[in-house]
């Protein structure tokens, strides 16, 4: 039996729909679709070898990718989420993803999300790492002091006037804190940090299951 087409329905491109279900916040569609779409395409059944290999595939995969794709300054600005109830969650509220796409969407619409969850915790790591490095924690304090001193010292002598001698002192201070910086290894320390916060970002984004942009609001009956 042949079926005719029905003149009234409404065909939509799937890009077109998936940008659709992104921009009005039905992310958890998006993340479930992409999940469905991974296990139809997967063949019946597999051993247990192949599986560990495609999730090895997809693990690596969160490191390939660029997750400040989607990224934008107006996303720091925005209100922190609830580190409890959004951020973290229960533990229902992550999953392996099932292919490199979902990881790729997961990442990137996370890192947009939680901008400023991330921002704090690399500011946490960032404050461990210099407790860990004490001299490198002595000369960051030693390069904000030491351009605390300049900014007074311009104002008291009135340096706005005279813009050559500001800007040869500029560069003499920009070459004194680069000198400590550098010996007292501070670099080092935040690259320690930078690692350890974009581990953390990746396999939290990655893990952590797309949710609704807005909670829906309980109504109480009267």
Not at 17 to 37: I, K
Not at 142 to 158: E, P, Q, V, Y
Not at 159 to 173: A, D, K, M, N, S
Request: charged share 15%; with cysteine.
């Amino acid at each position: 039996m042949v079926f005719s087409s029905n003149p009234l329905s409404l065909s939509v491109p799937e890009p077109a729909f998936e940008s659709w279900l992104r921009d009005t916040g039905f992310l958890e569609v998006l993340d479930h679709r992409t999940s469905s779409s991974a296990a139809a395409a997967s063949p019946a059944p597999s051993s247990a070898a192949s599986t560990l290999f495609s999730r090895l595939l997809t693990f690596l995969s969160l490191f390939t990718l660029n997750a400040f794709a989607k990224l934008a300054a107006d996303d720091f600005a925005a209100d922190t989420p609830s580190w409890s109830r959004s951020f973290f969650a229960f533990s229902d509220s992550y999953s392996f993803p099932s292919s490199p796409s979902q990881a790729r969407l997961r990442v990137q619409e996370n890192v947009k999300r939680y901008a400023r969850n991330y921002a704090y915790l690399f500011i946490v790591f960032f404050a461990c790492t210099l407790y860990k490095m004490p001299v490198a924690l002595v000369g960051l304090v030693l390069c904000l002091a030491l351009w605390d001193f300049f900014k007074f010292c311009s104002h008291r002598w009135g340096l706005e006037q005279y813009p050559l001698t500001r800007q040869i002192l500029i560069r003499v201070v920009q070459c004194a804190t680069a000198v400590i910086l550098i010996f007292s290894n501070v670099q080092m320390a935040l690259f320690c940090a930078i690692c350890v916060s974009y581990v953390g970002m990746i396999l939290h984004a990655g893990f952590r299951k797309l949710t609704p942009v807005k909670q829906p609001s309980v109504s109480r009956g009267r």
